[in-house]
Structure formats: structure tokens, C-alpha cells
């Protein structure tokens, strides 16, 4: 028993003469979590209990004893539910939900997980939201720490969704001016790395702001990463403000079945209407991934070629880099994992996404206003699709490494030997100066911001071709481009544009 645990009141106790309290599992903002056992029947259970301060608020206390009730009518595989709920003599709200003994999902990703067991584990989440949605509920604060993930008798995972506790009625959550409305005024409830945009903003929700947060953790079990780094409000805000990142350019290191990653994207649609209308309608999408990609492509408006028309063998991350990286302070998201030498391919990759969004905001602009709560504000410019992301570099940059040859003046032939006749000098041929176009090199920030990602992934492709030796000399000049700052001016964006086009000329000579 640890200190925490040897000054804790309850550790020992007695609940309803019936859940001895013997160890805890956790706390959050609303309450502590706590691992009890049935005096009688000696099976072991889940005893949440409210924090004091979350008694303050009388409507903190209602929700929680109306909520639990509700959450009790939950009677699903996988989804623990709740079996109890009431008050002590001495004014302690407790709920007690069934005993999951397992990791979190959020514990299991700590890189890129199999194609297959990522579509095990989701199809089963997606039965549970589906059986929570059919009674009423949606979540609300839906993420990998919220699913438990146990081994059955048979021994397959079986995720199971816990912590209804701050779940809503779906009625109640379309309307959030609505009077007798159990929730605390102003009080956007949910972790921001995994909330809806119509969630962030404090609208009305419904039960699809699950199913975004389902896609949120569909990427992140795809490729160890979050769609976005920074804190709470950084995070809110690229949800509003930008196109979810392609997942080959925010982890180059992994391959995804672009239909996986299209039904991600899917899920994760800004606007509600745009995402699966149900969690049984994202389950049947999922199964046709399974059984025929084909029609799964057309549904979700994928080109598929001969080579991905079949499911893609998991693949090996690239072979690291043996360069180390320069120094950068590490973010608590960062959940690749391995030596620095390979996370060089993975920073430019999310170099290259930082950039192209700093040069859209900055030649698009953006009007935004904050209310007085503080919420993320409120997005007034179109978002640019994602997809401008992949076009190749313009033909105006490539021709900057393809200067005119001069025009050769050829030597005058030896003189003869002869004593009887007099050579005639030889006329020099004519040189014709023709006309020459002048070479146009494109210097905008967007063009310089491309092939700045263009020369990353060639670079990455080279590695991979020819080992580490023959770009041993080429990564400290490439990674030395500090984009952010030649992308401020015109000349600092030309003298990177010649950088970048020598780079991919002596690329292309290897």
C-alpha cells in the first residue's frame, strides 16, 4: 500500500454494508475510482465516488445520481456497466460499476498497432456506442483511457467502454440552452485531444461527437500518433481550423491501408452530417473494408489501384537514419517510440505539415472571435482540403536545376602541310544567338514550402533504397533549413529554393 493509500479515509471501508474498499485505481476531476469487494458474494467491482468539491455544485450531485441511474440500463459486452449507485449516511455519492481487469487501450498504443487488431478492437467499440446510443446516452469524454481492454475465455481482446459518468441524454445534448438541463453552466466537459468541433465550441452535440472521438483513436492506433500536438486549446483550435493531416505525412515512417485511413477520416468530419450517421452505419463500413474493398472504395470515394486492392501486409518502419537528430524538447503525445536516429524521416514529415499550415494562414488569413468563457474561437475562412498537401512540385521549381547549355565555339582544324598550294583559312562557323527564356523559378512560400516537403520525402526514399551512407551528407544540410524563418522574406525563401534544388539534384544523381 502505498502513502497515498495509507491516509486515504475509505481505503478499509464499509459502502452500503456491502463494497469493502480495498485499493485505488485512479481519480479524475469529478470523482476517485476505487477497487471494492462484495462482503458476500466476494466478487469484485469498480467504486466511483465524488470528489467533496464536486458537491458544491447541486447539479453536479443530480447529474451524477440521474446519470448513473440511466448508465444502469447499459447491459452490454463491451460496455461496463453499472450496478449500483446511492449515498452514505455521511453524505458520500458512490456508483458501483462492474470490475474490468485489464489495460487501458491508451496504456496498448505505444506505436503503430496491426491493421488487424486495430479492426478486432474498434468493431467491438463501435457495438458498444451503438448500445449505449440505442438507450439515450452518448459519452461525451470517449478515449483510449475510457476503454478497458480484457482477455476473454477465449483469450481474444475484448475492449469494454467504461465512465458513463458525465454521459447525457441525446435529447438533452441537441438542446444546450434547454432549462432543466443537469450539467453545470458554461461547462464544456471531455478531453480536448478527442472532442468535436461542435463540442469545443459549447453547441449542441449529439451522439456523432462519439464517432468523432472513435476516429480520433482509430488514427492514433494506426500510427502511434495523435493527429495533433499542443495542449488543450492548440488542439481545439486545429480541429476547427485545419483538414486532418494525412497520416503518411504526419508519421512517414508507417504504411496505412488508405482505406483504414479514409474511414479515419470519415469519422473525424468537421461537420456531423459528414461522419457516419450512427455507429452501426461506421460498423457496417468497417465490415466492407473487410469483405470487399471494392465497393468499401466506392463508399468512401477511395481510388484503389491493383496494388492496394488487396489488404496491405503490415509493414516495417523505415530503416532508421544514422544521423542524430537535432536537439528538441520531447512532447508528452509523442508516442513513436525507439532511438532519435529514427524519428529524423518522422520531424520532417511534421515539419513539412507545420509549414504548409503556417503559409495557408498566412495567405488565406483568418477572422476569428473568442467569447467570454474562453472557448476556442470561432473559425469565419473556408479550411483548404488536406489533399493540396500531396501535388507535386511545380515544373517552374524543378527547372531551376536545368540551366541552358552554352553554345560551344568548336576549335579551328590543325594547319596542313603541304608546299605546293596555299591553304584557304577556313571560316569559323556562324554562332547564331537565338533567343533564350529566362529560367522561372517560383519563389512563393507555398511553392518553397512544397519542395521543401518534396526533397524530405525523396531524402526518406533514398535511405530507404541505399542505406543511411548515401544520405549521411545530405540530412545536416536539409535539416539545417530552419523553414519557419526562410519562409519570411523573399530572399530567404529564394536562398532556400536554391538549397532545396541542389539537394534534389544531387538526390537524383545517386
Do not use: C
Amino acid at each position: 500500500m502505498d502513502r497515498d493509500e495509507e491516509t486515504d479515509p475509505l481505503i478499509g471501508r464499509e459502502i452500503a454494508n456491502r463494497y469493502r474498499i480495498e485499493h485505488k485505481l485512479g481519480a479524475g476531476a469529478m470523482g476517485a475510482v476505487y477497487r471494492a469487494r462484495h462482503i458476500k458474494v466476494g466478487r469484485s467491482f469498480a467504486v466511483k465516488v465524488l470528489h467533496d468539491r464536486a458537491l458544491s455544485d447541486e447539479k453536479v450531485a443530480q447529474r451524477f445520481q440521474r446519470e448513473a441511474e440511466l448508465a444502469g440500463k447499459l447491459h452490454h459486452i463491451n460496455v461496463v456497466g453499472v450496478v449500483d449507485v446511492g449515498e452514505t449516511d455521511d453524505g458520500i455519492h458512490f456508483m458501483v460499476m462492474e470490475y474490468a481487469d485489464g489495460p487501458t487501450l491508451g496504456s496498448l498504443i505505444d506505436g503503430p498497432m496491426d491493421p488487424e487488431r486495430v479492426i478486432d478492437l474498434v468493431r467491438q467499440m463501435l457495438d458498444g456506442l451503438e448500445h449505449a446510443h440505442g438507450h439515450g446516452l452518448v459519452h461525451r469524454d470517449f478515449k483510449p483511457d475510457n476503454v478497458i481492454v480484457e482477455l476473454a475465455r477465449s483469450g481474444n481482446e475484448r475492449p469494454r467502454i467504461v465512465d458513463f459518468g458525465i454521459a447525457i441524454l441525446r435529447d438533452q445534448a441537441s438542446q444546450p440552452g434547454r432549462a432543466d438541463r443537469l450539467t453545470t453552466a458554461g461547462l464544456v466537459l471531455g478531453t480536448p485531444h478527442y472532442m468535436a468541433p461542435e463540442h469545443a465550441m459549447g453547441e449542441g452535440v449529439d451522439h456523432r461527437i462519439d464517432l468523432f472521438a472513435l476516429g480520433v483513436i482509430v488514427y492514433e492506433m494506426l500510427t502511434g500518433r495523435l493527429p495533433y500536438d499542443g495542449d488543450g486549446v492548440d488542439v481545439a483550435r486545429a480541429n476547427l481550423l485545419h483538414a486532418t493531416p494525412p497520416m503518411g505525412i504526419r508519421v512517414p515512417t508507417v504504411t496505412v491501408d488508405p482505406l483504414l485511413e479514409a474511414f479515419t477520416r470519415r469519422l473525424m468530419e468537421k461537420k456531423p452530417d459528414d461522419r457516419p450517421e450512427s455507429a452501426k452505419a461506421a460498423r457496417a463500413l468497417l465490415d466492407l473494408i473487410v469483405k470487399d474493398r471494392r465497393a468499401a472504395a466506392a463508399a468512401l470515394n477511395v481510388e484503389l489501384s491493383s496494388a492496394n486492392s488487396t489488404p496491405p501486409v503490415p509493414m516495417a518502419p523505415a530503416p532508421a537514419i544514422a544521423l542524430p537528430p537535432p536537439s528538441r524538447q520531447e512532447h508528452p503525445t509523442d508516442k513513436l517510440g525507439g532511438s532519435n536516429t529514427k524519428r529524423i524521416a518522422a520531424i520532417a514529415g511534421l515539419v513539412t505539415v507545420a509549414v504548409i499550415a503556417i503559409v495557408v494562414l498566412a495567405t488565406r488569413g483568418e477572422t476569428t472571435t473568442t467569447d467570454a468563457n474562453d472557448r476556442p474561437p470561432t473559425v469565419a475562412t473556408a479550411i483548404p482540403d488536406a489533399g493540396g498537401l500531396e501535388l507535386p512540385i511545380d515544373a517552374t521549381v524543378a527547372a531551376a536545376t536545368d540551366a541552358p547549355s552554352p553554345i560551344v565555339e568548336p576549335p579551328p582544324p590543325p594547319p596542313t602541310t603541304t608546299t605546293t598550294k596555299t591553304p584557304k583559312p577556313r571560316q569559323k562557323p556562324a554562332v547564331i544567338n537565338k533567343p533564350v527564356a529566362p529560367v522561372v523559378v517560383d519563389t512563393s512560400a507555398n511553392a518553397v514550402a512544397t519542395l521543401y516537403g518534396a526533397v524530405g520525402r525523396e531524402l526518406k526514399a533514398l535511405d530507404t533504397r541505399k542505406g543511411s551512407g548515401a544520405t549521411s551528407a545530405l540530412w545536416p544540410r536539409y535539416l539545417r533549413i530552419r523553414i519557419n524563418d526562410m519562409l519570411t522574406t523573399p530572399e530567404r525563401r529564394a536562398e532556400a529554393q536554391r538549397t532545396l534544388a541542389q539537394l534534389r539534384a544531387e538526390i537524383a544523381a545517386l
